[in-house]
């Protein structure tokens, strides 16, 4: 006799069904880009998510920690596997032949991901989002916060700068996002992070806001500006994303000024830093036709 399924089990078989389904277009987006083989660890790791993936295909997910495994794991040894490509592009600021083809690439295998973690692993897992119970919300531009004491704002600065990579703090927060809990918090943050910042290095290379680069006329920087203009806005999007794996909601909304860092979504000096990578990215934003919103995201960032 068949074994009868209730319809929530049969919701999430089919959750699960799709996730495996759609994963695969997520491996597929590093097709033909050749990984650093001085990454052993990491190549392991996609090749261990790539083989569970390959399994389920074929025979179906029979337990969740089946997918979640093959998720971090092909994730994680992407992320690590991918940065010395990203790293070196950035550091010659994209001139060389095809360092922006390669940069393209990057930010469809991460945005990928990202959406699969977000639309398919996490009904695959039947895990709901947080509810955010607190009344409470992070500062307006209506209602900007004391800021922070100058010198004390550019030491937390120079030091994430100084750190050059990513690095999240063991902290799992009031409310985490339910893609961070699905991937574990560091894998989520990591690759909303990369999402952001290679988009940042991108436009400031490009919109000459380097620190040694003479800024662009007005007009020729608007002009820069708009040909950036999707991608300034998945930038600033995907900053607020990480600020947000712990709970909150970093780009609209208001708190009292005197709570602690952590409300605002940051935990390091990582967050602290995309936080200001966001802020920058609203603002060139805002060049390209002066809408409001992206000024008032700006400051608040800024604040």
């Known amino acids: 006799m068949a074994e009868l399924v209730s319809d929530a089990d049969a919701t999430k078989l089919a959750a699960q069904a799709r996730a495996i389904e759609r994963f695969g277009a997520v491996l597929a987006t590093l097709d033909g880009v050749a990984l650093p083989a001085d990454e052993p660890d990491a190549l392991k790791r996609m090749k261990r998510g790539a083989a569970l993936h390959g399994v389920m295909a074929a025979r179906g997910c029979r337990r969740d920690d089946d997918l979640r495994t093959m998720a971090r794991e092909w994730v994680r040894g992407m992320l690590e596997a991918t940065y010395p490509l990203e790293k070196a592009a950035s550091r010659a600021h994209f001139a060389n032949a095809g360092d922006r083809a390669l940069c393209k690439t990057l930010n469809e295998c991460y945005d990928a991901a990202a959406a699969w973690a977000a639309d398919d692993l996490v009904p695959a897992l039947g895990l709901v989002p ?23 704002a550019k030491r937390l600065i120079q030091e994430a700068i100084a750190r050059g990579a990513a690095s999240f703090e063991e902290c799992p927060g009031d409310a985490p996002a339910a893609a961070a809990t699905a991937l574990e918090a560091d894998i989520w943050e990591s690759l909303n992070w990369r999402r952001g910042a290679l988009r940042f290095y991108v436009a400031s290379t490009t919109c000459g806001l380097g620190k040694n680069d003479a800024t662009p006329p007005p007009d020729e920087l608007r002009k820069l500006a708009t040909e950036l203009q999707e991608e300034l806005e998945v930038g600033v999007k995907a900053l607020g994303t990480m600020l947000d ?59």
């Open 245 to 303: 794996a712990r709970g909150g909601d970093s780009l609209g909304s208001r708190l009292p000024p005197q709570k602690e860092a952590t409300a605002y979504g940051i935990y390091g000096t990582t967050h602290l830093l995309g936080m200001a990578f966001a802020a920058e990215l609203a603002y060139v934003r805002w060049l390209v036709d002066a809408d409001a919103t992206w000024k008032a995201t700006s400051l608040r960032l800024l604040h």
């Open 130 to 152: 947080p509810e955010n119970s607190s009344d409470e919300q992070r500062p307006s531009a209506d209602a900007p916060p004391a800021a922070v004491p100058e010198a004390e």
